[in-house]
């Protein structure tokens, strides 16, 4: 794998193209999106069309630059972006490789590393957000004191929410669909050949926007891959002299089964044994969604629940247990109805100590 800096940059619907681009970076084999910056607010160039959303990441590869921009310009392509003689025309989608580890020279008439990272702050202060020791080859300068020159020609806008939000376009009120709206529409061509091979009409009435649909509802049921644990957590936590258990019990979560993509669905119960910090209830809920929304099996997301609450906490111990109805077994009749899966994580004094696990087994109990 290599390492490489890509530019973003949207000036059509900037705040839903701008994450989507980063979210089919995520999901594209090949690619590995380490780092993201900041989101940046600038004019286009030239002065005209409407203003600018830009953004970098820092990636590891397994492309070669060549594969890489032809890699990119199926994700322009598929979001849309028809590329035409005019430079500066408005564009959903502009991804760029600024930087290629170890790599100097031509790819189809670009140059890379691209020569206006050194003219323009919506290119270089990116650029420096994601990998500021970046060496620019043959000039000995580092990214960070090539962006402080371009500092205040730019504006940061919303960092957290455009490119490192949970969920951000498809949300619970957001998987209705409206009449000629475009979302994501290589994802919806593949929902509509599914159709086709289940012998659908997909032009008839109550299928004609299920594409769309499906789209959005997948992209909200996996949206768990687009969130971090810093984000979910984010200042909610506190110093705490308290040592006796903290559960939280019920939590609902629906997830689905990475075998079969159907959904499970129950109840989670958490506990610790507080060390020094405490976490905002609401939190505990927040980490639940934030695993179950990926493509799981119940075993591993209990364990991911159980790993984030120690990350976060550093406590005495974690207890994790999870009740879940799938979709895939009660449909088949191989489970009857109603009947659940069990899975549990215990760790530190849930785990050596008989009477803690036994107390927090009692309370879950009811
Ligand atoms: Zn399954």
Redesign the pocket.
Known sequence: MTRAILALGSNIDPERNLPMAFSRLRRQPGITVLVQSSCYRSPAVGGTGPEFLNAAALIATRFDPAALREVLRGIEAAMGRVRSDDRNAPRPIDLDILFYEGFSGEVEGTRIPDPDVAKYAHLAVPAADVAPDWEYPGTGAVLKSIAAGFRNDIEVCMPTEITRSTGHYATEQGMEAVAGEVYDPEFEATVRGMLVQLGEDPTREGLARTPLRVAKAMDFLTSGYNGSLEDVVNNAIFESDADEMVLVKDVEFYSL??????P?FGKAHVAYLPNKKIIGLSKIARIVDLYARRLQVQERLTNQIADAVEEVLSPHGVAVVMEGS????MMRGVQKQGSSMVTSAMRGGFRTSSLTRGEFLDLIRD
Not at 326 to 329: A, D, N, Q, S
Request: one cysteine or more.
């Open positions: 089964c990475e075998h079969h993509m159907l499970f799938h979709f895939c077994m």
